[in-house]
Structure formats: structure tokens, C-alpha cells
């Protein structure tokens, strides 16, 4: 199985006053997610589904790559903050075999690379990382890390 952890993008708003759970994403983040799915659509990953958090910068996050790559989506709420080993069990269980995208938030996604492949890592906002995984053993292997500027720089 083939995860591809995705972290939302840029949804800083300097004087949000409302529940941090309903930041969306900001003009630039948009952008950026909108270069980072025209990146992944050249890389032709054969994704089968993207799996989001269903907070609504994650949400919008996963609709822009799920438009570009023209796949379906599903929220799942296990991928809100607090993402843990339970629900990436639950997870990979449901999809054995699949090239699944996950989409949602840090510091969840980086625990959840280091606990099935060790690595040390922290993913940025629009960052991915690709991990092989084993699902019945709950060990991986990261084969790749990428930040977001590398998709920018891409055009």
C-alpha cells in the first residue's frame, strides 16, 4: 500500500477570532494547493482516492487536488487533530492495497510517518510525503519528502 500524506496549506489569518477547527484556507494557500495538485498530476501518482480531514482547511485542500486529478473524495473524521495509531489503523485496514491520499495537519501526519517508518521529518503546510506500507505489520518505508516549493518551482 502506497500512502500519500498531504498537509493542508496556508490558512494563517492573523486576527481569526472563531474556532481554530473552521480556518479555511487563505487566498495564497489556495494558490499554492492549486500548483502542488497541477504537480502531482504530472507525476500521474495512479491515486485511487483522497481520504480528508473534514476541517474545512483540509477539506478545501483535498478538493483542489480531487478536482485536478479528477478523483473521488472522502472525509473521514479520524483525520481531524489528534490523528493517532487508532485511526491510521482504521485507515489502512479499510484500503489494503491501494494508492490512498491522506489529507489533514501536523503535528498527526509527521507522528504518524515517524511511528510506521522511524524517519524524523516534519511535513510544511502543502508539503507530501510518500510512504510504502505494510498495513498488517504497521511498519513502512518513506520513499520520498517533498515541500511545496518544489512544486512551485515546477511551472
Not at 10 to 15: H, Q, S
Amino acid at each position: 500500500m502506497y500512502l500519500y500524506f498531504l498537509r493542508h496549506g496556508e490558512a494563517d489569518w492573523p486576527n481569526w477570532n472563531q474556532s481554530d477547527d473552521e480556518r479555511p484556507l487563505t487566498e495564497r494557500g489556495k494558490k499554492e494547493i492549486q500548483k502542488i495538485a497541477d504537480f502531482l498530476k504530472l507525476l500521474d501518482l495512479s491515486l485511487q482516492q483522497i481520504v480528508t480531514s473534514p476541517l474545512p482547511r483540509a477539506r478545501q485542500t483535498a478538493e483542489i487536488v480531487a478536482d485536478r486529478l479528477k478523483l473521488k473524495l472522502r472525509e473521514s473524521s479520524v483525520l481531524k487533530p489528534g490523528f493517532d495509531r487508532s485511526g491510521l489503523e482504521e485507515l489502512l485496514h479499510q484500503k489494503s492495497g491501494a494508492r490512498l491520499m491522506l489529507v489533514g495537519h501536523e503535528p498527526d501526519f509527521t507522528k504518524a510517518i515517524h511511528r510506521l517508518t522511524g524517519a524524523s521529518l516534519k511535513l510544511s503546510k502543502g508539503g507530501i510525503a510518500l510512504v510504502e506500507t505494510n498495513a498488517a505489520l504497521m511498519k513502512g518505508k518513506l520513499l520520498w519528502l517533498l515541500p511545496p516549493k518544489i512544486a512551485k518551482a515546477s511551472r
